[in-house]
């Protein structure tokens, strides 16, 4: 493609993306976000609040979610270790899954609610 065909190519591309925007511009329901925005960033000046400590503050949830991250095929994520200390005995299990054969006893013995509400926090 010779320079003066690409230039117009993107002088074209250029003034359709203006139509578009200014097409935007008169669009009553962007004017009404942009005046919410406006206000709801003045609002949170006001009270020295960022937008991440208000979705703490709505969705205390939110911010726990774990992150998206690319896996390859035949990887799994490692599992967290968990420490269950028994308030009877004061022994303690360290497992990362519920196989564990004392854990298993306990879990006969005591009921399943009760021994995972021994989960060291």
Known sequence: MSKLAEFRQLEKHLAEQL????????DAGLKKEIEFEKKLR????EY?????????LLD???????????SKPGTR??????VYKNPHTGEVIETKG????????????????TVESWLAK
């Open 42 to 45: 003045a609002l949170l000046a």
């Open 60 to 70: 205390p949830q939110a911010g726990r979610s774990a992150p998206v991250v690319e």
């Open 77 to 82: 994520k490692t599992r967290q270790v968990k």
């Open 98 to 113: 519920g196989n564990h054969k004392g854990l298993k006893e306990w879990k006969a013995e005591y009921g399943s609610d």
């Open 19 to 26: 139509q578009a925007l200014e097409a935007l511009k008169g």
């Open 48 to 56: 020295g609040y960022s937008l991440s400590n208000v979705i703490n």
